[in-house]
Nanobody, 130 residues
Framework: VQLQAFGAGLVQPGGFLRLSCAAS????????IGWFRQAPGKEREGVSC????????YYTTSVKGRFTISRDNVKNTVYLQMNSLKPEDTAVYYC????????????????????????WGQGTLVTVSS
């Protein structure tokens, strides 16, 4: 049972990248999913998340209109499409899954349940630079 994040890369400002969060051993559509990132010298922050109850999506202000979170239940994968990338998007990106939507949202908004999240994927590095 594991969660894996894919899609690391170096991209120029204004470019795009798609991150994937794939699960093995469990079904992602039963889980709330969050994407988080941690830039050098900074704390981990919530980027986006998707509900497992009604499909609601959430985006931090700095990525609204540029990033899109989506599910592919056939592939048991959640994606984070990142467009119009900026140097300040440079970070290690992590995905997280928990059957309790409140845990993902609490972690997304305040990091409250960081250590109780069911699954964390390993980080994947996104570098935005010319």
């Amino acid at each position: 049972v594991q969660l894996q994040a894919f899609g690391a890369g170096l991209v120029q400002p204004g470019g795009f990248l798609r991150l994937s969060c794939a699960a093995s051993g469990f079904t992602l559509d039963r889980y709330a999913i969050g994407w988080f990132r941690q830039a050098p010298g900074k704390e981990r922050e919530g980027v986006s998340c998707v509900s497992n109850s009604d499909g609601s999506t959430y985006y931090t202000t700095s990525v609204k209109g540029r990033f899109t979170i989506s599910r592919d239940n056939v592939k048991n994968t959640v994606y984070l499409q990142m467009n119009s990338l900026k140097p300040e998007d440079t970070a290690v990106y992590y995905c997280a899954a928990d059957r309790r939507e409140s845990v993902i949202l609490g972690t997304y908004y305040s990091g409250s349940y960081y250590y109780t999240v069911d699954y964390w994927g390993q980080g994947t590095l996104v570098t935005v630079s010319s």
